[in-house]
Each structure stands twice: as C-alpha cells, then as structure tokens.
C-alpha cells in the first residue's frame, strides 16, 4: 500500500508560481498512476491533473489548462504539479493520489490512496 505526502504549499501572490511535490512510499511507485486534485472551502474536490505511470501520457483540468505541468520521476518516487500564472481561484488544499491504472483517469472515487494535501493560497 502506498504511502503519500505533499509539500511545497504555501502563500504567493496573484501571478507566481508554485512547485508541489508529492513523495510516495511503501509500493512500487512506477506501478500507479498520480493525480492531483484540489478542494476549496465549500466547494467539491476538483480534478487538477493525473499522469501515467510513465509519464507518457498526461490529463488536466480546464480551469487549469496552460497553466498547470504534472510530471514524475519515478527514480525519486516523487511527482510534481508545478503551476504558474496563479491565480485567486486556484486558492484550495491540494491532494496527491494514487491507483493502479495504466492510464490516468479523472474521477477522484476512482483513485484509492490519498495524501494529507497541501494548502496553497493566492492572494490577489
């Protein structure tokens, strides 16, 4: 069973950028697809961006499309959401997940293991 924590949260204003990571242990990391999905306060957890177990093969979100790079390294055991252009709106507690697909997919009742989140707030 695979183990997930995110880092890299923190606060920036409107127009910066940000890097999050997410360290995986306890399986093989090369076996599961990664997804980040993002919750604001009283709002539904949100599909942000998922990657194959490769990295060959990626999917994003449409408010964040342009804006937003997923990618892995599978040696460090480790995927990254790197976003740029923040915005107000991408204010929320973001999630790292996992699960055995070949192929990412977006519904997040799908993926099995879950992160602490980070929290990322941008001011305006």
């Known amino acids: 069973q695979v183990q997930l924590v995110e880092s890299g949260g923190g606060l920036v204003q409107a127009g910066g950028s940000l890097r999050l990571s997410c360290a995986a242990s306890?399986?093989?990391?090369?076996?599961?697809?990664m997804a980040w999905f993002r919750q604001a306060p009283g709002k539904e957890r949100e599909f942000v961006a998922a990657?194959?177990?490769?990295?060959?093969?990626?999917l994003y979100g449409d408010s964040v499309k342009g804006r937003i790079t997923i990618s892995r390294d599978n040696a460090k055991n480790t995927v990254y959401l790197e976003m740029n252009s923040l915005k107000p709106e991408d204010t929320a507690l973001y999630y790292c997940?996992?699960?055995?697909?070949?192929?990412?997919?977006?519904?997040?009742?799908?993926?099995?293991?879950w992160g602490q989140g980070t929290q990322v707030t941008v001011s305006s």
């Open positions: 997940a996992a699960d055995r697909f070949l192929l990412p997919v977006v519904p997040a009742t799908r993926y099995a293991y």
């Open positions: 990657i194959s177990r490769s990295g060959g093969t990626t």
């Open positions: 306890g399986g093989t990391f090369s076996s599961y697809a």
